[in-house]
């Protein structure tokens, strides 16, 4: 577990934070540069972008909220009942957390709590899923989120986006031109028996997927059964079946609306 890496993911995301909200409203323009002139973004609202903040909302509320849980001041309060020996029955009520419910905020308190990080038993866990989330904010701000990876071009090896729903992707190196499902479909067999972790596979699988992926997802999965946990790695990290993920990713609709998701009590 790297606390400092963590703390300086965590330092950073006001910033950040404040350059997707700008990337969301289309006050910003993203995408690659074509020539003299930026390439158009079409919409006026970048959904890409939408929900990359709104997974990394939920990563930190989820966080948070756990971290409280497990380590958050309490009392003993009496329920009203008595036991068959007259005593009376009490109950331990957490107190309430007083946070704002913004993600500068909910970084800072992180940032307060290194030695709750490191005690927790799924602290590697924690670490990884907020690094992946802060690199995915990242990668939302600086590129066109609407394209889609396709791998290396067969012929110089130069990496291949395509815009959505183009059949054919052109490389700006070489100039070759090749077919987009098949690139993609080669891509994701080659992965499909590889064990990763939770965080890797968010790191890797949106880009083959073109789809929204996030290690909390994954992890959802494994709880609610549609995934199974594997061998952990060394860390003592579990990792799941990357053929697994593509299968239920597939099947999964992604969100098609921005909502909020916030830690109770914040």
Not at 241 to 260: C, H, Q
């Amino acid at each position: 577990m790297c606390l400092g890496r963590l703390d300086g993911r965590l330092a950073e995301l006001p910033e950040l934070v404040a350059d997707l909200d700008d990337t969301v409203a289309r006050q910003t323009r993203t995408g690659n540069r074509i020539g003299s002139r930026p390439a158009e973004t079409g919409l006026p609202y970048n959904l890409g972008a939408a929900e990359v903040r709104d997974d990394l909302r939920n990563v930190l509320s989820t966080w948070v909220r756990d971290l409280w849980e497990s380590n958050g001041p309490g009392r003993e309060v009496s329920t009203g009942e008595v036991t068959l020996d007259g005593e009376p029955v009490t109950e331990w009520v957490l107190d309430p957390l007083n946070l704002d419910d913004t993600v500068p905020e909910m970084a800072k308190w992180l940032r307060r709590h290194p030695s709750w990080i490191e005690d927790h038993p799924a602290g590697g866990e924690l670490v990884d899923e907020i690094t992946d989330a802060v690199e995915r904010v990242r990668l939302a701000v600086d590129l066109p989120p609407a394209r889609v990876y396709c791998g290396p071009c067969p012929d110089c090896g130069a990496d291949l986006y395509a815009l959505p729903e183009r059949a054919i992707v052109g490389c700006r190196e070489c100039d070759a031109r090749h077919d987009v499902e098949a690139l993609r479909a080669e891509l994701l067999d080659a992965a499909r028996d590889t064990l990763a972790t939770a965080a890797e596979i968010a790191r890797a699988l949106p880009r083959l997927l073109g789809r929204d992926l996030s290690a909390n997802t994954v992890r959802t999965w494994a709880r609610t059964g549609r995934i199974t946990r594997r061998k952990p790695d060394k860390q003592g990290r579990p990792r799941y079946l990357v053929g697994e993920v593509i299968d239920v990713a597939l099947i999964t609709p992604t969100r098609t609306r921005v909502t909020r998701n916030s830690a109770e009590g914040a």
